[in-house]
């Protein structure tokens, strides 16, 4: 059955005068399809011609913004010792061992990120299961496992952004805020892409990025020109 949308996106969706925009038309059109008392999150989404059952397709890593997410960002590092005064002072909001693990075994994931070292990933391995579905399993591909610990934290609260295929081959992420300016909206769209376009196998056939969108949190999609796209290395 096809789905039935109310009034207000009915209208916003006669503001969408175009069958595709090219990035920087888009991050313009976005802003005029706010409609939310609240600051609505603006997402990208793209289709790619990937098969993630190959590992070497499994397309997943991680970016930081160019002006951040606007999402204020609580990080977690599961660290002990040097490591943990190194995360403390980098600006970590929860840093410890045993505190940690027992906020995992209680279902307590006050945090949006989990960073540790690669010597500590034995300890949360048996709470994959925990983790894993609310996307907080630390990952090297997405730089939180990691020795580096100052700059993993740092790069969190500064805006990294997360991001893994799914089995179809679709890709969703929060870039930013409706109250972002267009031109902040697009500096970040513009970096996402040019990290999943860097991030092409080898092995991927055809067209890489098959179809890509914008939109806010309440809002309809602003189809983007993939050829544009593709132009962005």
């Known amino acids: 059955m096809a789905k039935k949308h109310g009034k207000r996106y009915l209208e916003l969706l006669k503001k969408i005068d175009k069958d595709v925009y090219s990035l920087k038309e888009a991050s313009e059109k976005v802003k005029e399809l706010k409609s939310a008392k609240f600051d609505e999150s603006v997402e990208i989404a793209l289709k790619l011609g990937v098969d993630p059952r190959h590992a070497d397709q499994m ?8 002006h951040g997410t606007g ?17 403390k ?9 045993e505190e940690i693990l027992d906020m995992i075994k209680s279902g307590n994931l006050d945090f949006d990120i989990l960073i540790t070292t690669p010597d500590m990933m034995g300890k949360l391995g048996r709470f994959g299961k925990i983790l894993g579905p609310k996307g907080l399993m630390p990952n090297p591909k997405t730089g939180t496992v990691t020795t580096d610990i100052e700059k993993a934290v740092k790069n969190a609260k500064a805006g990294q952004v997360n991001f893994r295929v799914d089995k179809k081959g679709n890709m969703h992420a929060m870039i ?9 909206i697009f500096e970040n769209a ?10 092409k196998p080898a092995s991927s056939k055809g067209r890489y990025i098959q179809n890509a969108a914008l939109s806010l949190s309440m809002s309809p999609s602003v189809k983007l020109d993939v050829n544009e796209l593709i132009e962005y290395k």
Do not use: C, H, Y
Request: charged share 30%.
């Open 89 to 97: 002072n980098a600006g970590a909001d929860i840093v410890g061992e």
């Open 190 to 199: 513009k970096a996402f892409v040019e990290k999943i376009n860097k991030m």
């Open 59 to 66: 397309i997943r890593g991680s970016v930081v913004l160019p």
């Open 176 to 184: 930013g805020k409706a109250s972002f300016s267009a031109e902040q």
């Open 71 to 87: 999402k204020e960002v609580k990080v977690a590092v599961f660290a002990k010792d040097e490591k943990a005064e190194i995360a």
